[in-house]
């Protein structure tokens, strides 16, 4: 029943490694996002695709690659590891195309607390 | 670029009293979508209550209720009765819609005193 998933929910590696997490969304959405949210809770976004397609890339170090397979799953590997990509990172999914007027509420998944030694 | 704002960074109520949460933002748009999400410790992103700009009347969900004033750009959060399992960060966030990121506030942590 679960809406937005996302694994692993907890991740500690070294600096230098590389890593992904995978995010997955069964509410039919057409757009998905991952946001970052740092040690003081800032929430920030980082990517949106819409139906596979990129659409928001908001500064992000290219060590970062979102990569879409379907508009159901997005998922976000991350390259050369360092020690300030410790956060957590919440993936989040809406539906922005549709009949009639749309409230553009996003549903976010449980979020992946990422620790890097 | 629009920008979201919660001055507050804490506040504490007393369960069964009623708090209101500010929040302000800044934007150029006519058309735009306000939200209060809570996180509690968990860390899940919990959608409270949502406002849409062309909307006059305020929002309600049971015990959370919103005083949105287009005008003065402000979208306060009120919580009634205030329960122990209201205890957590509440963030205010913005988009102004189709394939737009949300924008969100710093947060507030609401502590309930029992």
């Known amino acids: 029943d679960t809406a937005v998933s996302q694994t692993p929910k907890y991740l500690v590696t070294q600096m230098g490694n590389d890593k992904s997490i995978k995010c997955e969304q069964n509410l039919g959405h057409d757009t998905m996002y991952w946001y970052k949210q740092d040690s003081k809770k800032f929430l920030k976004i980082m990517f949106s695709y819409n139906n596979k397609e990129l659409i928001i890339n908001e500064t992000v170090p290219n060590r970062f690659s979102p990569k879409s397979p379907d508009k159901a799953h997005l998922n976000l590997h991350i390259n050369s590891l360092e020690l300030g990509d410790s956060a957590v990172y919440f993936c989040a999914s809406s539906q922005v195309v549709g009949s009639g007027r749309l409230s553009y509420e996003q549903y976010f998944g449980p979020g992946t607390r990422l620790t890097v030694t | 670029a629009q920008t979201v704002t919660q001055s507050q960074p804490e506040m504490s109520v007393q369960e069964a009293e009623t708090v209101t949460l500010s929040c302000t933002y800044d934007?150029?748009?006519?058309?735009?979508?306000l939200f209060w999400y809570k996180q509690p410790p968990s860390r899940q992103m919990i959608l409270v209550i949502r406002?849409?700009?062309?909307?006059?009347q305020n929002a309600t969900e049971n015990r959370f209720s919103v005083n949105f004033q287009k005008a003065a750009k402000s979208f306060s959060l009120k919580i009634s009765d205030s329960q122990l399992g209201d205890a957590a960060m509440y963030f205010c966030?913005?988009?102004?819609?189709?394939?737009?990121?949300?924008?969100f506030g710093k947060g507030i942590t609401l502590s309930v005193r029992p």
């Open positions: 966030a913005y988009t102004t819609g189709a394939n737009s990121k949300l924008t």
């Open positions: 406002q849409e700009a062309y909307k006059q």
């Open positions: 934007t150029s748009e006519s058309d735009y979508y």
